[in-house]
T-cell receptor, first 115, second 114 residues
Framework: KAGVTQTPRYLIKTRGQQVTLSCSPI?????VSWYQQTPGQGLQFLFE???????NKGNFPGRFSGRQFSNSRSEMNVSTLELGDSALYLC??????????????FGPGTRLLVL | DAKTTQPPSMDCAEGRAANLPCNHS???????VYWYRQIHSQGPQYIIH???NNETNEMASLIITEDRKSSTLILPHATLRDTAVYYC???????????????FGTGTRLQVTL
């Protein structure tokens, strides 16, 4: 079974631009979560989507948004990019069925550099 | 979710067992212990998880103390490819329809040497 895929893998943007990152979950997984990783803040939760609905949201400004499609693929968008948005953006997918043994599987990430 | 405490770094000789400790003294009864690792610049990789019993899979073993206040991840025969940052995460059982967020600490940087 293929793992979580993220595109693009690397991206360079300039301040003020916007960017869209894509995530394809493992087949059959219905939940997609997004995380930001920076050297200073570590791994931080952005948001989670399930059945095209945002179920959980981290403490990030409104410039960060996302959506999920009917096939569970997800995109996240960052508008008006700032230098501090330079980071590794990680997507994780899971089945999100009842029970405590829910495991999230991560993709390779998209490394965004804002100049 | 309960907080975890891990040593910032550890060294291990190749071929020896690597024992990575994690303290989660405030864990509650419905919280699971998860371990992930992250090799430089890659996405975190799931290793193993457990509730109260010891667990073993093809990658590692997880030993949880009887009071559940601490756990140890054991890599039985460490190789150079096991050099990574290892994260111990404690989280509640999520509700149906949500995965619940993972709260990552700073982890333990394991260096496996020849």
């Amino acid at each position: 079974k293929a793992g979580v895929t993220q595109t693009p893998r690397y991206l360079i943007k300039t301040r003020g631009q916007q960017v869209t990152l894509s995530c394809s979950p493992i087949s059959g997984h219905r939940s997609v979560s997004w995380y930001q990783q920076t050297p200073g803040q570590g791994l931080q939760f952005l948001f989670e989507y399930f059945s095209e609905t945002q179920r959980n949201k981290g403490n990030f400004p409104g410039r960060f948004s996302g959506r999920q499609f009917s096939n569970s693929r997800s995109e996240m968008n960052v508008s008006t990019l700032e230098l501090g948005d330079s980071a590794l953006y990680l997507c994780a997918s899971s089945l999100a069925i009842s029970g405590g043994q829910e495991t999230q599987y991560f993709g390779p990430g998209t490394r965004l550099l804002v100049l | 979710d309960a907080k975890t405490t891990q040593p910032p770094s550890m060294d291990c000789a190749e071929g020896r067992a690597a024992n990575l400790p994690c303290n989660h003294s405030t864990i509650s009864g419905n919280e699971y212990v998860y371990w992930y690792r992250q090799i430089h610049s890659q996405g975190p990789q799931y290793i193993i998880h457990g509730l109260k019993n010891n667990e073993t899979n093809e990658m590692a073993s997880l030993i949880i103390t009887e009071d559940r206040k601490s756990s140890t991840l054991i890599l039985p025969h460490a190789t150079l490819r096991d050099t990574a940052v290892y994260y111990c995460i404690v989280r509640v059982a999520p509700l149906t329809g949500t995965a619940s967020k993972l709260t990552f600490g700073t982890g333990t940087r394991l260096q496996v040497t020849l």
